[in-house]
């Protein structure tokens, strides 16, 4: 018996079993077993961005400003209420506000994290994954698709410092058609669930809403209109095709989870063509590749032993790691780097691919980050966020 007609998430039973409390797009609602009775029940959480403020002065033995080759040496950057306000010849006891020495490092803007599940293996890591990212330089993270409810708890602690991590842009469960590929995924068997699900996007605050595998097309390009019309952010999938056709921004990986038959972008020996390129440039579509692939790491076998692992690092996945990596150091890694030639240089002057590089899930947020700056890549005319 169908006993509400709204969004209903987390719903649990009443002592006596005569009330279901839920959750719906963010409120929390009681009511009768029959239906009657709905009501809201009172709940103030609040929360404010934590905002530095004053001036900071940071001495730089080195920067890199991460638009070219040029390495600027021995200068200060000054930053007022958490923006930069300058870049300037170091001055020796420059006044004002806080002094910091880095006169024997390099500064490199934030790393960003362009595809992560922060909250589903993640959780396995409690407060040490945030620390994690953090200490390899990662400082901002982007969610393609988490249970939400944790995702905008995390986005709102780290955007409170109340919890200490990189910026969390955080959005909730593909929006998948009536089977589902991932349990956690949210499927949609008609027009009124698809609608309750772009509610929940756009009261939730999504920074991103992303569609899965076998949500028909029909419903892609709607949601792809909608989000755009109604919440300004970005949309994405695993196919290029339909959604370039259908007004999505971007997809996630060159090749990954499908239903369709047809929408692979590489060949079966790993080769993307000319003409899927072309399709991403004249669409302005973006790709967030990811090589699944780890071999790279034996060109760097000692980041097992660095100290940022073995301190932040589960210990159990620390032996995990060393196992995985012996058997990369065994192995003839002629295959495997072949597949990442084939797949990494594609990008040509104008495209808006992006090239991200994650292992499976099994290896740390450091591995992500080594990988994606050690593959070669090519700039696009324009920057790409992704």
Not at 3 to 27: F, K
Not at 75 to 88: A, G, L, P, T, Y
Not at 305 to 324: F, G, M, S
Request: with cysteine; charged share 20%.
């Amino acid at each position: 018996m169908q006993i509400n007609h709204e969004v209903t998430d987390a719903p649990t039973w009443s002592g006596d079993s005569r009330h279901l409390l839920y959750l719906t797009n963010g409120r929390l609602r009681l009511i009768s077993r029959d239906g009657s009775r709905l009501r809201r029940v009172p709940l103030h959480l609040n929360w404010r961005p934590d905002k530095p403020l004053g001036r900071t002065v940071i001495h730089a033995g080195k920067l890199w400003q991460g638009v070219g080759p040029r390495v600027l040496r021995d200068v200060d950057i000054v930053v007022v209420n958490n923006r930069i306000e300058s870049i300037q010849p170091h001055q020796p006891g420059r006044s004002g506000g806080r002094q910091i020495d880095a006169s024997n490092l390099t500064v490199i803007p934030g790393l960003w994290e362009s595809h992560t599940h922060q909250l589903i293996s993640g959780k396995f890591f409690g407060d040490r994954l945030n620390r994690v990212w953090l200490s390899y330089g990662v400082t901002s993270l982007h969610s393609v698709g988490d249970l939400v409810y944790r995702g905008i708890e995390g986005r709102e602690a780290l955007a409170s410092n109340d919890r200490i991590g990189p910026r969390l842009f955080a959005t909730g469960e593909a929006i998948d058609g009536e089977r589902l590929f991932y349990n956690f995924m949210r499927p949609t068997t008609n027009e009124q669930a698809l609608e309750f699900q772009l509610s929940r996007a756009r009261e939730l605050e999504y920074d991103m809403v992303k569609t899965y595998v076998r949500l028909p097309h029909e419903q892609q390009a709607m949601i792809a209109q909608r989000v755009h019309d109604e919440m300004g952010v970005w949309t994405s999938s695993h196919y290029m095709m339909p959604g370039a056709a259908n007004g999505m921004d971007g997809m996630s990986h060159v090749s990954a989870t499908t239903r369709l038959g047809f929408p692979y972008t590489r060949s079966g020996g790993g080769v993307s063509y000319q003409d899927m390129i072309d399709i991403f440039v004249m669409s302005g579509m973006h790709d967030t590749s990811t090589t699944f692939n780890e071999v790279l790491l034996r060109e760097d076998p000692g980041f097992v032993d660095d100290v940022r692992l073995q301190t932040l690092y589960p210990p159990w996945e620390v032996e995990a790691l060393r196992a995985k990596l012996r058997g990369i150091l065994d192995n003839d890694p002629t295959v495997a780097l072949d597949s990442i030639s084939i797949c990494a240089p594609r990008c040509t002057s104008g495209s808006p691919l992006t090239r991200r590089c994650r292992p499976p899930r099994a290896y740390p947020p450091k591995c992500s980050a080594w990988k994606t700056i050690s593959v070669p890549w090519r700039p696009a005319s324009s920057p790409t966020w992704s």
